[in-house]
């Protein structure tokens, strides 16, 4: 009895099949994506809405198999097609971190001037020039809007107030900010009351979209002290990194092979 690698959906319950090898030498839940096309009546419905791969226990049963089978694959190729398919609409890609850039800063001096309530000196501290590198691939990137201003103002039969909250985007200092846009919305409620009469407040949001590069500057401390004759000198050296993300195409070939070599392994 063979144990294909099969494409399958929750139980109606919402849980694995049964039938679904989930050893540790096997594999099951990969690749999921939607069993529905947009615009149509569903041909799946939750929980089943979902495709997975995995392997199976065993072969389908030619006299019919349970609703939540889906299919199998007749060879490596048709896997590596089903892969490229799905990928291309889930737009898979491959995410690597590399250290671009690297920099330390040394401080050094004795005890005691460290220690000190007001400082007036004794410490030196030198930095090297910074150690930059690129990565393979293009520099990922991230889309994302965030509100940046807000302005609430409330009129009164006895006078106006206005509040204005600022919250100005932030982001990594090595990071690159490109495609700002902001768009505004006005929502305006208004109240009466018997001994104040009506209150109308006006709320103006700002909400700015925008996109940055993917990187992130991480820093850490080693402290070393030494000691001769009785005076301790004291070295602290901050080592600052930035990382940066880079997209670069998915390699279905390769997945294919992967799960293709699991299944040949499952079977041996």
């Known amino acids: 009895m063979a144990q294909p690698i099969v494409k399958y959906t929750l139980n109606k319950?919402?849980?694995?099949?049964?039938?679904i090898d989930t050893s540790d030498a096997s594999f099951a839940g990969l690749h999921r994506i939607s069993g529905n096309k947009t615009g149509y009546i569903p041909k799946y419905e939750s929980p089943q809405?979902?495709?997975?791969?995995?392997?199976?226990?065993?072969?389908?049963?030619?006299?019919?198999?349970?609703?939540d089978?889906?299919?199998?694959?007749?060879?490596?190729?048709?896997?590596?097609?089903y892969l490229t398919e799905t990928g291309s609409t889930l737009k898979y890609k491959t995410v690597t971190g590399?250290?671009?850039?690297i920099q330390t800063a040394t401080t050094?001096?004795?005890?005691?001037?460290?220690?000190?309530?007001?400082?007036s000196g004794g410490l030196s501290t030198s930095t090297t020039t910074k150690h930059t590198?690129?990565?393979?691939?293009?520099?990922?990137?991230?889309?994302?809007?965030?509100?940046?201003?807000?302005?609430?103002?409330?009129?009164?039969?006895?006078?106006?107030?206005?509040?204005?909250t600022d919250t100005p985007i932030v982001i990594d200092a090595a990071s690159t900010l490109s495609g700002v846009s902001t768009s505004v919305g006005i929502v305006t409620t208004s109240s009466t009351d018997e001994f104040t009469g009506v209150t109308t407040t006006t709320t103006t949001t700002?909400?700015?979209?925008?996109?940055?590069?993917?990187?992130?500057?991480?820093?850490?401390?080693?402290?070393?002290?030494?000691?001769?004759?009785?005076?301790?000198?004291?070295?602290d050296t901050v080592t600052t990194t930035e990382t940066t993300n880079y997209d670069t195409s998915y390699d279905y070939a390769a997945e294919a092979t992967r799960l293709w070599d699991i299944y040949t392994a499952v079977n041996s």
Request: net charge negative; hydrophobic share 25%.
């Open 133 to 164: 590198a690129s990565g393979v691939g293009t520099v990922a990137t991230i889309s994302t809007s965030a509100v940046t201003k807000v302005v609430v103002k409330t009129d009164t039969p006895t006078g106006s107030t206005s509040a204005t």
């Open 13 to 19: 319950k919402g849980q694995i099949p049964e039938w």
């Open 108 to 119: 050094t001096g004795l005890s005691t001037a460290w220690n000190q309530e007001n400082y």
């Open 69 to 81: 089978y889906v299919g199998t694959f007749a060879n490596k190729t048709a896997l590596q097609t």
């Open 206 to 235: 700002d909400t700015t979209s925008y996109t940055y590069t993917d990187v992130v500057t991480s820093s850490s401390t080693s402290t070393s002290e030494t000691t001769t004759d009785g005076v301790t000198t004291r070295t």
């Open 98 to 101: 590399t250290v671009t850039g």
């Open 49 to 67: 809405d979902t495709i997975y791969l995995g392997i199976a226990s065993g072969d389908p049963d030619p006299d019919g198999t349970p609703d």
